[in-house]
């Protein structure tokens, strides 16, 4: 089923009256598909005609589902061998977002997924991180290993000089107290770069 199909659909339950079929195509011209439709801001879509209240609500319950979904598939679960599941979850969460955003995957001796928590949201090309901040987390949860994951609204997935510098200091503060950083992520629009296979970690 092509996007503005689907698009249709879920405009339905938003306006079960009208003909969504004008209203989908100019999302979709809006924003380029329908993952970036879910992921707009409610002001942007407000900004396109037709769009109201009901339909930002429901695109927002719509993007919802999809990151519980996603989601789904690797919590409880041992990560490392997971990893297809993760980076699908990653890229659903996290592609499609303006801004750049810091999570943190805290994970048990297992390498189970415990807790997966944003450590700062930023402007389309900057987050903070505070790596006392992110290995006091982990000494909260128990934690015995971490992945690091942050988008680039940009696209592009290459790490800045930055992100490998606050990568090294929360991998060295973790050192110090048994925490091993298994890898930091960088979610593009269309691929992810890991520090470890590009031997960065």
């Not at 405009?11 to 999302?27: H, Q, S, Y």
């Not at 598909?33 to 801001?41: F, G, I």
């Not at 297809?84 to 390498?111: C, P, W």
């Not at 992945?147 to 609204?153: D, E, K, Q």
Request: net charge neutral; hydrophobic share 45%; aromatic share 4%.
């Amino acid at each position: 089923m092509p996007d503005y199909e689907l698009l249709e659909l879920i405009l339905f339950r938003a306006l079960p009256r009208g003909d969504t079929k004008p209203l989908a195509k100019r999302l979709l011209k809006t924003f380029g598909d329908l993952n970036r439709v879910m992921a707009a801001s409610p002001a942007r879509i407000k900004d396109v005609n037709g769009a109201g209240q009901a339909v930002v609500e429901q695109l927002k319950i719509m993007e919802a589902v999809a990151h519980r979904m996603a989601r789904a598939q690797v919590i409880q679960k041992p990560i490392l061998s997971s990893w297809d599941s993760l980076l699908g979850y990653l890229q659903t969460a996290m592609a499609h977002q303006q801004i750049e955003q810091f999570r943190v995957l805290y994970l048990d001796r297992k390498n189970v997924l415990i807790a997966d928590e944003e450590q700062g949201k930023g402007t389309v090309d900057h987050v903070p991180v505070y790596p006392r901040e992110v290995v006091k987390r982990a000494l909260e949860l128990n934690a015995s290993a971490l992945i690091l994951v942050h988008n680039h609204p940009s696209g592009d997935p290459s790490p800045s000089e930055a992100d490998i510098d606050m990568t090294y200091a929360i991998r060295d503060a973790a050192q110090v107290l048994g925490i091993v950083l298994h890898d930091h992520l960088i979610i593009g629009k269309a691929t992810e770069l890991s520090f470890r296979s590009q031997g960065l970690l």
